[in-house]
């Protein structure tokens, strides 16, 4: 009677199942905190890591249990909702940070068109040290935002933006006052042509022309091109 009893314990026992892997929970928790999840989705990834150590807790318990009698039936079931869990979670994050590398991307490509804009301005009107020097900060700081969006540190890269953006608009102040004096020069150079036109076509229509000057608050009358 011993041994038809013992034939059926060790039958028994080599047919139950092992426990479930769980090493593609873990591959998934590995590459959600290599991505940052705790940034782009706190609380569905709080929820998971929750969720991997009830799992966790279940098989440490069912292990515990005689042999005979461990079941990991229902254990499986919660490993694969694990597991359809992280990978949701994965793709929402993914998609997160596509958006923001997307957002990163057209911002640096904005500010080097900026810096290809001042930097001729600056050259064309010979502009002074300061605002080459913040230029020159400002395009280290775009090259340094390129580096850290190359290498997935997305809010590294926008730290880099802003500091360029800063430097950039310092520069632009900088040459904003050259820019209007030669703005101003162009225009009294156009405002003395259009008078000495208007003179010469009093003399020549032999008709009276009134010159007003707003800067020198005066009234000039010409007849036949003379005053």
């Not at 799992?55 to 069912?62: M, P, R, V």
């Not at 079941?71 to 994050?93: A, C, F, H, P, S």
């Not at 540190?153 to 209007?180: C, G, H, N, Q």
Request: some cysteine; proline content about 3%; hydrophobic content about 35%.
């Amino acid at each position: 009677m011993v041994l038809p009893f013992l034939f059926i314990i060790l039958s028994y026992s080599c047919t139950s199942s092992p426990p479930p892997e769980i090493k593609p929970v873990e591959d998934i928790d590995r590459e959600l905190y290599r991505i940052e999840a705790d940034k782009y989705l706190p609380d569905g990834y709080l929820r998971f890591k929750h969720n991997i150590k009830g799992l966790k807790d279940k098989i440490i318990h069912e292990k515990s249990r005689f042999s005979l009698l461990r079941n990991y039936e229902e254990i499986y079931k919660i490993t694969k909702g694990v597991i359809d869990e992280g990978n949701e979670v994965l793709r929402i994050i993914r998609t997160k940070r596509d958006e923001k590398r997307q957002m990163v991307f057209d911002k640096i490509k904005s500010l080097e068109v900026r810096v290809k804009i001042i930097d001729e301005i600056t050259l064309k009107i010979n502009a002074g040290i300061y605002a080459r020097k913040k230029l020159t900060l400002g395009d280290l700081a775009i090259k340094e935002a390129k580096i850290s969006l190359e290498n997935g540190k997305y809010d590294s890269a926008l730290e880099r933006i802003e500091m360029a953006y800063t430097f950039l608009e310092d520069a632009e102040k900088s040459v904003t006052p050259i820019l209007r004096r030669y703005a101003h020069n162009d225009l009294i150079v156009k405002w003395k042509g259009f008078v000495n036109d208007t003179i010469k076509e009093s003399g020549r229509e032999k008709i009276t022309a009134i010159i007003v000057d707003k800067a020198e608050q005066t009234l000039t009358l010409y007849k036949n091109g003379k005053i």
